[in-house]
């Protein structure tokens, strides 16, 4: 059985992945509007990414028992600047998703939920993944210019994204 202190905060995470998924669909939409299709489409496998994050969330509160508290799910901005503005905040975002899984993880270990622990890793792990693309991209973007006709070439290679 799981800690209702333990709980709570894995509902509350299951929300902030789901608004991951939501804010990547907003960015998804955002590109789709610009005519950076690669971009667009790289978003929605994020957003994917995402809810299935989510979803391992739900499935290990309900193999141990928990109750799923489905929370509402905020709204994410709809417009950025550039290209460059968007990946900041992607950036920036998985920073904090970070720092919400150590948060996580230092709960598990005030909790002595080992069992938590060890699931958590899985998602420390992906956490490393995704502020390593995250930035790279960025960096492609600071490198080409945040340019409509330089950005060309890296929208093309986004969206190969599977």
Same mark, same amino acid.
């Given at each position: %059985?799981?800690?209702? *202190?333990?709980?709570?905060?894995?509902?509350?995470? =299951?929300?902030?992945?789901?608004?991951?998924?939501?804010?990547?669909?907003? %960015? #998804?939409?955002?590109?789709?509007?610009?005519?950076?299709?690669?971009? #667009?489409?790289? %978003?929605?496998?994020? !957003?994917?990414?995402?809810?299935?994050?989510?979803?391992?969330?739900?499935?290990?509160?309900?193999?141990? @028992?928990?109750?799923?508290?489905?929370?509402?799910?905020?709204?994410?901005? !709809? $417009?950025?600047?550039?290209? @460059?503005?968007?990946?900041?905040?992607?950036?920036?975002?998985?920073?904090?998703? *970070? @720092? +919400?899984?150590?948060?996580?993880?230092?709960?598990?270990?005030?909790?002595?939920?080992?069992? *938590?622990?060890? +699931?958590?890793?899985?998602?420390?792990?992906?956490?490393?993944?995704?502020? #390593? #693309?995250?930035?790279?991209?960025?960096?492609?973007? %600071?490198? =080409?210019?945040?340019?409509?006709?330089?950005?060309?070439?890296?929208?093309?290679?986004?969206? $190969?994204?599977?």
């Amino acid at each position: %059985m799981i800690s209702k *202190t333990i709980e709570e905060a894995l509902n509350k995470q =299951v929300n902030r992945e789901y608004y991951s998924a939501y804010l990547y669909l907003a %960015m #998804s939409a955002h590109f789709e509007s610009v005519n950076l299709k690669g971009f #667009s489409k790289w %978003m929605r496998v994020q !957003a994917r990414e995402e809810q299935t994050h989510g979803d391992k969330f739900l499935e290990y509160l309900m193999a141990r @028992g928990g109750k799923v508290a489905l929370l509402a799910i905020e709204a994410p901005k !709809a $417009k950025w600047a550039s290209a @460059g503005k968007v990946f900041e905040e992607v950036y920036a975002h998985e920073q904090k998703v *970070t @720092g +919400m899984i150590n948060a996580l993880v230092d709960l598990a270990i005030k909790e002595k939920d080992h069992a *938590t622990f060890e +699931m958590l890793q899985w998602f420390v792990k992906e956490q490393v993944e995704e502020e #390593s #693309s995250a930035s790279d991209i960025l960096a492609q973007i %600071m490198t =080409v210019g945040d340019v409509p006709g330089h950005l060309f070439y890296l929208d093309h290679h986004l969206g $190969k994204r599977e």
